[in-house]
């Protein structure tokens, strides 16, 4: 069965520095890696995915995340966070065979502060 | 606009009192999947629908039950409501492809069940 590992329940960073969040996975077979963002009041946004090729992967609003088969990680950074960056992010992961189940770790709080 | 929808957004009722939380996406989404957001445990999956008349449980099923009679609706059925089915439940859409394997939320249906 696959899970997803957030270690940190929040992170802070000063606006202008970078951030990252982490994530780690365990699944059998080759991973489908997601990121999504969650604002308050709000449903979850799809920020990126990995599915294959190159380990570092671009998303929206200048995200982006490098995928780490060895340590089985999926990090998630921006080089230079916004105050509205704040929000609850969320790690994600879809095994090979596995489109039924799409299982999410416990969430990371990001607090940028100005 | 592609979209999830979900209703109602809150909801507060009485414990046993029968509730339907509606979603329909207009993406033509083969798969489908309800989700509850709880503190400190991330979304956990209740049900999911790989398609028309296709349904099955996640990871916490026990107290709902789903239907998936067309394909863009698949609504969430409390037959007895408890209090520990507070929660904020959200549900999700994506196709059944590699390439565009992300899932798209609602924007949730906050549940109080007193």
């Known amino acids: 069965a696959q899970s997803v590992a957030q270690p940190e329940d929040q992170v802070n960073v000063a606006e202008g520095n970078p951030l990252t969040v982490k994530c780690t996975y365990s699944?059998?077979?080759?991973?489908?890696l997601f990121w999504y963002v969650q604002y308050p009041n709000r449903g979850l946004q799809f920020l990126l995915k990995?599915?294959?090729?190159?380990?570092l992967v671009k998303g929206s609003y200048g995200f982006e995340a490098e995928f780490n088969k060895s340590q089985t990680s999926f990090h998630l950074k921006k080089p230079s966070a916004l105050v509205s960056d704040s929000a609850l992010y969320f790690c994600?992961?879809?095994?090979?065979?596995?489109?039924?189940?799409?299982?999410f770790g416990t969430g990371t709080r990001l607090l940028v502060s100005p | 606009e592609a979209q999830v929808t979900q209703n109602p957004r809150y909801l507060i009722t009485v414990t046993g009192k029968k509730l339907t939380v509606t979603c329909s996406q207009n993406?033509?989404?083969?798969?489908m999947s309800w989700y509850r957001q709880d503190p400190g445990l991330g979304l956990r999956q209740i049900y999911y629908s790989m398609n028309v008349e296709v349904t099955d449980k996640g990871d916490v099923p026990e107290g709902y039950k789903v239907s998936r009679k067309e394909k863009r609706n698949f609504p969430l059925i409390l037959e007895s409501p408890s209090p520990n089915q507070t929660s904020l439940y959200f549900c999700a859409s994506s196709l059944v492809s590699v390439d565009t394997i992300e899932a798209f939320f609602g924007q949730g249906t906050r549940l109080t069940v007193v």
């Open positions: 699944v059998s077979g080759n991973p489908y």
């Open positions: 993406m033509n989404h083969e798969y």
């Open positions: 990995y599915i294959t090729g190159d380990n």
């Open positions: 994600a992961v879809r095994g090979p065979t596995g489109f039924q189940k799409l299982v």
